[in-house]
């Protein structure tokens, strides 16, 4: 990671000096904090560099480096309200495993960051710290439920944050400020010790991953964390070390001619023109280095979101309510600016009209333990045929092998403003198969490049509506990415990938 | 495996000959059998017997072995009924994941196996096809749930076997029949395409793995697995390669000096003397081998008990009601031989007077998914406790490490009399843990060496009825055999830390 080289150079002490202050001004200019403790950094980094001095080695290859946290990982003494009011004053008693992993590589930790009430949502507001806004335009959205680290990190108040990601909760921050992100597969970053939403659901579960402006940083992040053995410490963890071979893709030729497919839409919502541009720019990058690369057709990907959706609203409200009915806390149900405020496209209205497409969690669909079960049943039957077509691609790539990622939108628009998120397809889909998914920073809307494009044979009238909705100064200048994703488990492979993938991109740009 | 040798003497029709004439005499004697395809089996083996003499290469390291599998292992063609009447004449339209594994492996699938109606149950018998007995004496129960696999091997019909295990449905009938076993880690052997009870229930999986009398059949069984990359045929199979550094013990000090834990009683039941006989016989082989052991202290295994049977409960009979309604056919609720026949142990009375112990699934527990939710947490709770009790014996073992693995009773006692059975903590808290259990035949009741003992300060009222119950006659010559406990996804570090102990008990015995 750079910051490996930075240590070299600067103290661990200047370091986070000057990752604090630029935190402090990102957090003036999108009020992207949750908990400061600067003060107690500084002392660590301290401790670290007088460590180095007097023994000549680090304490692990974070040593010295400063990492920002959501704020629902626990650290020892400091609170974790995950924007509950009757969460205030919660103060941690001891470390997560991730905060604890993280400190024994040698990290400083030294704020936490914004999240929206409940976390399922895809935009960052709650009713202790208030909004988080996009630092690219600050009447955008910076995303959810990570936005606090998409606007901390794209500002450069730190360089490497943890989010959490059950629907889109990394990509969507990464995707709207420009950042490189991994969503991990199921418990390869142990989650223990943490607080959360929805505990008890043990179907489609929450991850913790990187949110770097330093494509490196994933690799370096997800090395260290396994390197720290998670296993040791939080029983869910998956006991798999770091597996270099899979990193250096052996099972995907070498990467010598790899063989992507291009999901350009996913059968529920046209893309708008920045993001289809990106996924242009990413074909003819990997065509011109000799790549193969193929459409990939949506699988079911309405079911899949359904049926996550299910899993989601298993019980309602009721989850939240066991923590928003102790102070009379209303339960946010927009993330508009104001209610007077107009609606610039039908994100609410997806909420009235197509509750099942609207929001993560519909209220009034409490299902029994053997309803659940069949949702899961159904889960696992959608997963396995999913599994299956991608097994059979082996017929249509002409490398003797399956694609070998899949390259798809991360949402389809670049960051919206405020209280106008309301699409997941893009995201839940992975989460719902456990797919691996980095986020690679591709362009940003251009106005000039990025005009309406003719209308598409719409799937619905609310694809139309989203057509509409677009205006090119809308979006101008916001980030656009792209999602590569991977099988279950093969997260090393997927960072190969993606790294591969950005060195082309960034050739063909001539960077 | 011993097979692999065999298959440079004998042809692979030979050997399926001889152990389907040896299954149908085993058959004969317990009732272990439920599907029989004998004729196919032998075109099959006739074929890989060509391919090898053609050309000289084996299909995989399976090739020729016939393998038995537990009835809920679709085989395309083959029935599938799991003992509900309603399902019979359902004919498999495919092969599971598993099936095409061992095929793709070299195997010849020849019989397929009983179970007890629901699965369910820790002895075997339905309403289709009767009840498995066993073979060591006809008046005791084979177990269950893969009490038909159990008796098959025993009498020597099938060479190895698979069976599943949700609660204990591998280890005792591997137990009360002599087998070596494994119930590997959840989703290391792939479940897709077969049959099976709770579905959509993802918290507790039930795992296949292998049942067999030669220990190094469960190695092999495991390695071919793996080989085949379940991974690319079931979307929740890990990602994890055999680990052959694990197998050599490479974290557990290379085998060199091991400390072990004995787990005397799990503090709900005091084990009847011949299995504190076996308990002994191992501990005294490590030592003389320059191991060490020290006393497990159980951990909440009341909790872990409790908390298993409220997933296992979380719908009442309803998923069992879905298959038994159709045919009017009743739910079975004793495994008694006849009504009238006396209980001779108060295995009835513990269903009637604490439900929480007597059976796995209680008719009258439905929850909602809120409900179901707060049980998963309160598991995940356990789960940690668990793990940080497990890595804080390090200060305890002198070794540097935490105990290497947990030497159990696999239940109170041998092989129980027909409808009997009522004990599971000792098999189903390993489950709720995700620990991988090696069952390992140590010596069989003797009426000699197991007298009764004084009584111990008993722990229930139901804990002095269990050792009431034992008379060494009732047991005479039933196998007694140990739990080898390993940690989560070290599936590889049992195996090899089991045939180490299986080494130091047979030099021990002079074998």
């Not at 935009?123 to 606007?151: C, D, H, K, M």
């Not at 053995?229 to 893709?249: F, I, S, T, V």
């Not at 899993?311 to 102070?327: I, K, Q, R």
């Not at 251009?446 to 677009?470: A, H, I, M, T």
Request: with cysteine.
């Amino acid at each position: 990671m750079d910051a490996i080289v930075v240590i070299l150079t600067w103290s661990s002490v200047e370091v986070t000096t000057a990752f604090a202050k630029r935190a402090i001004i990102a957090h003036q200019l999108t009020n992207c904090l949750t908990e400061v403790f600067i003060d107690r950094a500084l002392k660590r980094a301290a401790w670290l560099d007088d460590q180095l001095k007097s023994t000549g080695n680090t304490v692990g290859p974070l040593h010295g480096l400063p990492l920002s946290l959501k704020d629902q990982i626990n650290i020892h003494g400091i609170e974790s309200t995950m924007g509950y009011t009757a969460w205030i004053g919660r103060v941690a008693q001891r470390n997560s495993a991730l905060a604890d992993i993280l400190e024994s590589q040698g990290a400083v930790l030294y704020v936490k960051t914004n999240v929206p009430q409940t976390l399922m949502s895809g935009e960052t507001f709650n009713l202790i710290f208030g909004r988080t806004v996009n630092p690219f335009n600050r009447s955008l959205t910076s995303g959810g439920s990570s936005g606090g680290e998409g606007a901390l990190i794209a500002l450069k108040g730190s360089p490497l944050g943890v989010g959490s990601d059950i629907g889109g909760s990394i990509r969507s921050p990464c995707a709207f400020n420009g950042l490189y992100g991994l969503r991990p597969s199921f418990n390869r970053v142990p989650y223990t010790g943490s607080v959360n939403s929805l505990e008890g659901q043990e179907a489609i579960l929450s991850v913790f991953g990187p949110m770097t402006k330093s494509i490196e940083g994933v690799r370096e992040f997800m090395k260290s964390v396994i390197f720290g053995k998670p296993w040791n410490r939080d029983p869910m963890a998956l006991k798999k070390q770091w597996d270099e071979d899979a990193y250096k893709l052996v099972e995907h030729g070498n990467g010598v001619q790899l063989c992507f497919g291009i999901l350009w839409s996913d059968g529920l919502f046209h893309p708008h023109p920045p993001v289809l541009r990106a996924l242009e720019i990413v074909k003819n990058a990997l065509l011109a280095k000799g790549h193969k690369v193929i459409d990939w057709e949506p699988y079911k990907h309405g079911e899949l979101y359904a049926n996550a959706k299910s899993v989601f609203s298993a019980v309602g409200e009721e989850d939240f309510l066991a923590d928003t009915v102790p102070t009379g806390e209303p339960i946010i149900k927009t993330m508009k600016l104001s209610d007077d405020e107009p609606v610039k496209w039908p994100a609410k209205k997806l909420n009235v009209e197509a509750p099942m497409l609207g929001s993560f969690v519909s209220a009034d669909t409490k299902l029994t333990a053997y309803e659940l079960w069949q949702v899961h049943k159904q889960r696992r039957q959608l997963r396995t045929e999913y599994l299956d077509r991608w097994q059979a691609t082996a017929s249509k790539t002409g490398t003797d092998r399956p694609v070998d990622a899949i390259i798809a939108p991360v949402a389809p628009y670049p960051a919206p403003p405020h209280g106008q998120f309301g699409i997941g397809t893009y995201t839940v889909v992975w989460n719902n198969l456990d797919y691996p998914a980095f986020i690679l920073p591709v362009t940003k809307v251009s106005p000039e490049l990025d005009p309406k494009r003719p209308p598409p044979v719409f799937f619905s009238d609310l694809d139309k509506q989203l057509y509409d909705f677009y205006e090119p100064e809308i979006f101008a200048n916001a980030p656009v990415s792209v999602q590569i994703v991977g099988r279950t488990q093969n997260d090393e492979a997927v960072i190969g990938m993606a790294e591969l993938i950005d060195q082309a991109v960034n050739k063909q740009k001539g960077a």
